[in-house]
T-cell receptor, first 114, second 109 residues
């Protein structure tokens, strides 16, 4: 596989459930990101991992918990979510320190909280 | 505070009708500006990177330009397959992309 792969593509969960989103990149990049995309809003940066260390957490509620076990894998653990958390969750990767800082995005997980 | 504003929010064109999308930005320590295309239900797809004022990049019917305060995405003789949301994202001094809300382009045959 190439690029950035996200699973599952769609997820419906109740407010009391616990689920995880998975992201895998096959590009040899050293940074990975979680973004939230809601209707009528710009992409919101949630978490950044660079060299497997979290470097940013933009005031994201604790019901979202990221995990980066290695430079190729990124998880977003979800628990006790609210209906307003329904959105498209996008993972991206990039190579920091190079001449091209472009991010490569996955296709996203469409999350619906009921 | 870093800000990015894209206009218009939505644009409807007839096939072959050229136009431009605007991205105005206020970003500290700008390191570059990225344009992405996003189709419904998919992640953004990279189009261009611009690094300095006066720079231009072209790809098929698209041309991106950059000034110190704005970037334009010019679409020449668009086709229905160009219909998508186009996202502008400056790269700030902290090293993270700052996205605008996007312009939703519809091209009718």
């Amino acid at each position: 596989e190439t690029g950035v792969t996200q699973t599952p593509r769609h997820l419906v969960m109740g407010m009391t459930n616990k689920k995880s989103l998975k992201c895998e990149q096959h590009l040899g990049h050293n940074a990975m990101y979680w973004y939230k995309q809601s209707a009528k809003k710009p992409l919101e940066l949630m978490f950044v991992y660079s060299l497997e260390e979290r470097v940013e957490n933009n005031s994201v509620p604790s019901r979202f918990s990221p995990e980066c076990p290695n430079s190729s894998h990124l998880f977003l653990h979800l628990h006790t979510l609210q209906p307003e958390d329904s959105a498209l969750y996008l993972c991206a990767s990039s190579q920091t320190g190079g001449s091209n800082y472009g991010y490569t995005f996955g296709s996203g997980t469409r999350l619906t909280v009921v | 505070e870093d800000q990015v504003t894209q206009s218009p929010e939505a644009l409807r064109l007839q096939e072959g009708e050229s136009s431009s999308l605007n991205c105005s930005y206020t970003v500290s320590g700008l390191r570059g500006l990225f344009w992405y295309r996003q189709d419904p239900g998919k992640g953004p797809e990279f189009l261009f990177t611009l690094y300095s004022a006066g720079e231009e990049k072209e790809k098929e019917r698209l041309k991106a330009t950059l000034t110190k305060k704005e970037s334009f995405l010019h679409i020449t003789a668009p086709k229905p397959e160009d219909s998508a949301t186009y996202l502008c994202a400056p790269l700030g001094g902290q090293g993270n992309l700052i996205f605008g809300k996007g312009t939703k382009l519809s091209v009718k045959p």
